[in-house]
């Protein structure tokens, strides 16, 4: 069982996103504030997705969804990563960031 070293909680936009009550543009947003909001310095993978959030965000019209989802793609291996860690415990496998959608 993986132990997660940080959380990116958007459950609430992601399905209100799916369900059409907002924008892929709101969701990015949201994505994005919250990416930050981690505190992760010196990262420049988990830099670049920040970005191509902040792109998505601010697209006058529709987003590509098949970008987004390449995105997420992106997103979720960096968030799989394995973290070595000081305090690593025998057994367990430590990954850098649990992405709740659900």
Same mark, same amino acid.
């Given at each position: 069982?993986?132990?997660? #070293?940080?959380?990116? +909680?958007?459950? +609430?936009?992601?399905?209100?996103?799916?369900?059409?009550?907002?924008?892929?543009?709101?969701?990015?947003?949201?994505?994005?504030?919250?990416?930050?909001? #981690?505190?992760?310095?010196?990262?420049?993978? #988990?830099?670049?997705?920040?970005?191509?959030?902040?792109?998505?965000?601010?697209?006058?019209?529709?987003?590509?969804?098949?970008?987004?989802?390449?995105?997420?793609?992106? #997103?979720? +291996?960096?968030? +799989?990563?394995?973290?070595?860690?000081?305090?690593?415990?025998?057994?367990?496998?430590?990954?850098?960031?649990?992405?709740?959608?659900?």
């Amino acid at each position: 069982m993986a132990n997660w #070293l940080y959380t990116l +909680d958007i459950k +609430d936009s992601w399905q209100n996103c799916i369900k059409g009550t907002i924008t892929a543009q709101a969701l990015s947003t949201e994505i994005s504030e919250k990416l930050t909001a #981690l505190g992760i310095e010196d990262d420049n993978w #988990l830099e670049t997705l920040i970005c191509e959030f902040n792109v998505y965000a601010d697209e006058n019209g529709e987003v590509d969804l098949e970008e987004f989802d390449i995105t997420m793609d992106q #997103l979720y +291996d960096w968030a +799989d990563q394995r973290v070595e860690a000081m305090w690593k415990v025998e057994g367990i496998d430590y990954r850098t960031c649990w992405i709740k959608t659900w």
